[in-house]
């Protein structure tokens, strides 16, 4: 434990379990807690997998061999999500937010079986893993899941850097310092991933000991950055997500526009006027009603109310249905669906299945049933 480099390894481990665990402190939602501590345990689980290596320790806890490959396969994922929460924190729908963390599952499947086999059938496998490939093995699918962690990280991180590439220039840079920072990291991280995936494909066993040696290092260096930055910056997550929306705002087509009165007009049309139940309305003719284009209008519904066209009048849809669903328990469902701007049964029963998880007669029963008890409960303090 005297060799510099293994301390160093030790202190990045020490920072990445300490960040996770710190991470349930934070005040936000508990899928947000449970993504970051996931973020940082699934690295602190790849330095451990580094440290047992360079010690070698690893002979002692053939166990632990690749166990760290399904924690580090949800790094891509786990950062970009880590990453977008920064500047916008609204997520996708969970759905969407799975799909990621398939090579994960994958790569679970691969392992475990791994993990009940005797001692002596590892040290076999971890040495053709050593010493190449040959054929269809476990050596070859633990080889393949490290190139796809590899690629996979690195694409997410491209892709956020196209997402936010209007943060990306020096004026943004001098406002913001702490952008600089950020975009910094990334391009730090991009390139250890760049030379992991190189050494991964290129090197010799040797040659690959030294590039993760390398790699390891530069880890635990790029976590006492950020650990650094976040003392230094403690409302840093707010800051970016200003300078982020500050910019969209200067490259947006809404800069000239009176969105006090879009909003205005907009509520009247909703609420007033009951735009939402023509079943023929689309965004052009909203858009004709507001006296802006649609692109203006689509990106301000985007933008500034976080909704899509059709969520924006759906909303207004179902809160109408679900009155007249109560209301007015001898009209049929088509007659409602239609009434409130629905073509057809089958869209509303869609629509309202989505935000209720219940069918329309399910919700009028279950509400009807609600309201009786509290009406007759008023009757009955009333006399």
């Not at 970016?240 to 007009?265: A, C, F, G, H, M």
């Not at 649609?294 to 066209?309: D, G, P």
């Not at 869609?350 to 279950?366: C, D, H």
Request: with cysteine.
């Amino acid at each position: 434990m005297n060799d510099p480099f293994l301390l160093i390894i030790l202190g990045g481990i020490i920072i990445s379990y300490l960040s996770a665990i710190s991470a349930f402190l934070d005040k936000v939602t508990y899928q947000e807690k449970l993504g970051t501590f996931l973020l940082f345990f699934s690295i602190g689980m790849a330095q451990t997998s580094y440290f047992l290596w360079y010690s070698g320790l690893e002979e002692k806890f053939l166990f632990f061999h690749s166990v760290d490959l399904p924690f580090i396969c949800c790094v891509g994922p786990l950062l970009f999500l880590y990453l977008h929460r920064i500047i916008d924190s609204k997520l996708a729908p969970l759905k969407r937010i799975y799909i990621p963390f398939l090579p994960a599952l994958l790569s679970l499947i691969i392992i475990i079986p791994f993990i009940f086999i005797p001692d002596e059938p590892k040290k076999v496998m971890i040495q053709e893993l050593n010493n190449g490939i040959q054929g269809i093995s476990y050596a070859f699918f633990i080889l393949v899941i490290r190139l796809v962690i590899f690629i996979q990280t690195t694409l997410y991180l491209l892709y956020f850097i196209f997402k936010t590439r209007i943060l990306v220039s020096i004026k943004s840079f001098m406002r913001e310092r702490l952008t600089f920072h950020l975009f910094l990291i990334i391009l730090l991280t991009i390139s250890i991933l760049l030379l992991g995936l190189i050494a991964q494909v290129f090197f010799s066993f040797e040659q690959l000991k030294v590039s993760h040696k390398v790699m390891s290092f530069l880890i635990t260096g790029l976590l006492i950055y950020l650990h650094l930055l976040v003392r230094k910056y403690p409302h840093s997550a707010g800051e970016v997500k200003i300078e982020y929306q500050k910019v969209k705002y200067e490259n947006s087509n809404l800069r000239n526009v009176d969105l006090d009165q879009i909003q205005t007009r907009l509520t009247y049309l909703l609420e007033v006027e009951k735009v939402y139940t023509d079943n023929d309305i689309n965004l052009d003719k909203l858009a004709e009603h507001l006296n802006i284009g649609s692109h203006k209008l689509s990106q301000y519904l985007n933008e500034i109310l976080k909704l899509t066209f059709y969520d924006l009048i759906n909303h207004y849809r179902l809160l109408a249905s679900e009155s007249l669903l109560v209301n007015q328990p001898d009209r049929t469902v088509l007659s409602i669906a239609l009434e409130v701007g629905f073509s057809s049964q089958s869209t509303f029963y869609s629509a309202f299945g989505k935000k209720w998880k219940m069918s329309p007669n399910k919700y009028r029963k279950t509400y009807a049933i609600r309201d009786q008890k509290i009406r007759h409960s008023d009757t009955r303090f009333s006399t």
